[in-house]
């Protein structure tokens, strides 16, 4: 090819280039027709394919990341729904504190099944800073899919939480479930119920929305979440203590105003899970480090947290409940201290999650056998 042809060729691909560009951006009717024909085709087909049979099976296409809890938990729900256990079950619900103290679901659920010598299903329904509101929509959702032990976590921060985090929870819903408890307690909390539009897409349409990175799952494959999540950080020093010493005791300035009303939210709770006679209800302390007791011990802070502790045992007593504090009885036997714990609140120590978990079974099933649920033939 000589020079002077070279540079015709390349002239062309430049008036060609041009031609392109100058289309592209100046779109003819019949283009613009048709990208509005293959955006609403699509919209159409998300309306009538996602549904919640649909996310059960395949809710790690929605998932932005691997860390992405509450499509997980959302999922997680709605398995229990669609698809029911035959045998006796326990669900524990919580925050990550519950996740970072369990070995795994699958561990838990095997020692269950050892020590109870017969199959339980056993499931962890449980993501980042969950409160009681995603609690009382996912125990609604479950009640009548499972019979067995309901393990509800208590902490200070959800008993605390205050009435305009506890409306912004509801206002922007972290799951993509309905229930009928969604109503009632959107009445008692003076918060306008979301219009609905009776298809599970539109009526969850900013759940999807806010999860466009997950389109890419469809090329990579579905994403499934770890056990753990703090595994590779660093252990807190003394100086990070006393830094978030501020932040871990917050909730201490709202107890005497919310903790009332909250009590009363999980009571609500509590009532409905036990309607069926299939649940019993049991109340699990929060799994924090022994040194949150050790730095507040003997200056009002301790005097408040105490008072907590009793509030929670004496709304367990009046409503017939079990009430365990499995860190603090098992760091008084020298089973668990604050060295096995990353921050103040998750256990990091692969040896101390096996013991909290196999303490944890042990009790599942000591509940299971009391309220008869591994009989053969019950309901």
Known sequence: M???????????????AREFARGLFRPSPASIFGAIFVAAALFGLCMWRITPAFVARHEGYFMRDALDNYVHLTGSTLRLVHSPPAEPACIVLGDSMIREAVSSEADLERIVGEKAGRPVSVHLLVAD????????????????????VVVLEMTPYNVALRGDDLHKRIRTPRLALDCQAEAIERKISKVERRPRLRNYFLDHYMFFAMRTEALRNLLTGPLS??????????????????REQQRITGWERHYDRFHLFNLALYQRMIDRLRQSGRISVVLL???LSPRMDELID???????????????????????????DIVRDMASEGKLSARDFQDYAHLQKKDARQRFTDELGTRLVDTLRRNRFLEAGRP
Not at 301 to 323: I, Q
């Open 2 to 16: 000589t020079e002077q042809s070279q540079r015709t060729w390349v002239e062309a691909i430049r008036c060609h």
């Open 225 to 242: 979440p770890p056990d753990h999540e703090v595994d590779e950080r660093v252990p807190w020093t003394i100086a990070q203590w006393k």
């Open 285 to 287: 302390e929060g799994v």
């Open 298 to 324: 003997g200056d009002s802070r301790g005097s408040l947290r105490r008072r907590y502790r009793a509030d929670v045992a004496g709304f367990a007593r009046e409503n017939s409940l079990e009430y365990w």
């Open 129 to 148: 800073a969950m409160t009681q509101w995603e609690a009382v929509v996912v125990t609604d959702c479950i009640r009548g899919s499972v019979r067995g």
